[in-house]
């Protein structure tokens, strides 16, 4: 583990909430619980530079048939706030071209609480 640890957040308010938006040295971040676990970005977006974790988390359309709409991955997908282009939040990935994605930082889990290495 190399970095400086920061408090993020208990763990089970950030279960209860799904996100948590916090700041270290003026750069907002974004907690996200997805899946049973812990996924933090910063929260710039590749496009704009927006704050794109403060955008709303769902899910998304999946491939389907012409006419046809399947929508899945709820609570998985984030949706910047600007021009709702569409991340994974398991990944950071943005969906329309998987070479585009999010900073992604490590989450440490200890004595119930969450933490980043920045």
């Not at 640890?5 to 209860?16: I, Q, R, S």
């Not at 709409?69 to 398991?90: K, M, N, S, T, V």
Request: aromatic share 12%; net charge negative.
């Amino acid at each position: 583990m190399s970095g400086t640890k920061h408090f993020v957040a208990a763990l089970n308010d950030l279960e209860t909430s799904g996100k948590v938006l916090f700041t270290v040295d003026g750069n907002e971040y974004g907690a996200f619980y997805v899946e049973q676990g812990v996924h933090i970005y910063r929260s710039v977006c590749p496009h704009r530079g927006v704050s794109v974790c403060r955008g709303l988390v769902g899910g998304t359309n999946l491939p389907s048939n012409v006419y046809e709409y399947e929508y899945g991955r709820e609570q998985q997908i984030l949706r910047c706030p600007l021009h709702a282009w569409e991340f994974d939040l398991l990944t950071g990935q943005f969906l329309l071209d998987p070479k585009v994605k999010l900073k992604k930082y490590e989450a440490v889990i200890e004595e119930g609480n969450v933490f980043v290495i920045l």
